[in-house]
């Protein structure tokens, strides 16, 4: 059961332009979502998060908007460097206790290609 | 730099055999967390540590085992190796503000089964 998908597995996107890179979850205990980049042969890398009582979050060049009453995440880039090339995860998780959240359920990933 | 730190980052073994793979988590975090990534596959979470107890558990096989020590750096193992064990197997940390946190990860152990 995927509770975190990614439906778009590539993206391409001109230098320059808005990347926008969208996330869908079913489970509804789900309050806290996260963005992560990897390159290969490294580890994930946190960009950004946002907690399910806002919906929106901004840092720098990224931007996470959460839509609850859809399930629906997604993360706009702006502008789009060639750095930001990778493989991009949507990540969600929910308290257990006050030792903190569960573990993170992942999307598959979408893979971010920018063109200069 | 995430400040997670994985030994080793590559293995290479046959099946049947055993390994350990180490984690150091960034300094004054607590929680441990155990990921695995199979080819073209996201991250599936294996096991969790909190201040040297286990506290939760994912799609971690009865072969596999882990533990954190009282100097809070975790080690996960793998026993019985199979082909299908090969993957990259991340460690994460993570300090709790405020009942959420973010999960830092290490540079992960590339795992080879021959």
């Known amino acids: 059961d995927q509770q975190v998908k990614q439906n778009s597995p590539s993206l391409s996107v001109q230098e320059g332009r808005i990347s926008i890179l969208n996330c869908d979850y079913t489970?509804?205990?789900?309050?806290?979502f996260l963005w992560y980049k990897k390159y290969p042969a490294e580890g994930p890398t946190f960009l950004i998060s946002?907690?399910?009582?806002?919906d929106k979050n901004e840092d720098g060049r990224f931007t996470v908007f959460l839509n609850k009453s859809a399930k629906h995440l997604s993360l706009h880039i702006v502008p789009s460097q060639p750095g930001d090339s990778a493989v991009y995860f949507c990540?969600?998780?929910?308290?257990?206790?006050?030792?903190?959240?569960?573990?993170?359920?992942f999307g598959t990933g979408t893979r971010l290609t920018i063109i200069p | 730099d995430s400040g997670v730190t994985q030994t080793p980052k590559h293995l290479i073994t046959a099946t049947g055999q055993r390994v350990t793979l180490r984690c150091s988590p960034r300094?004054?975090?607590?929680?441990v967390y155990w990921y695995q990534q199979s080819l073209d596959q996201g991250l599936q979470f294996l096991i969790q540590?909190?201040?040297?107890?286990?506290?939760a558990k994912g799609n971690i096989l009865e072969r596999f085992s882990a533990q954190q020590f009282p100097d809070l750096h975790s080690e996960l193992n793998l026993s019985s190796l199979e082909l299908g064990d090969s993957a990259l197997y991340f460690c994460?940390?993570?300090?709790?503000?405020?009942?959420?946190?973010?999960?830092?990860f290490g540079p992960g152990t590339r795992l080879t089964v021959l």
């Open positions: 994460a940390s993570s300090v709790v503000v405020g009942g959420t946190d973010t999960q830092y």
């Open positions: 489970n509804s205990m789900f309050d806290y």
């Open positions: 946002i907690s399910s009582i806002k």
């Open positions: 990540a969600a998780s929910h308290p257990i206790s006050n030792f903190g959240n569960e573990k993170l359920t």
């Open positions: 300094s004054g975090d607590l929680s």
């Open positions: 540590y909190y201040n040297g107890e286990e506290r």
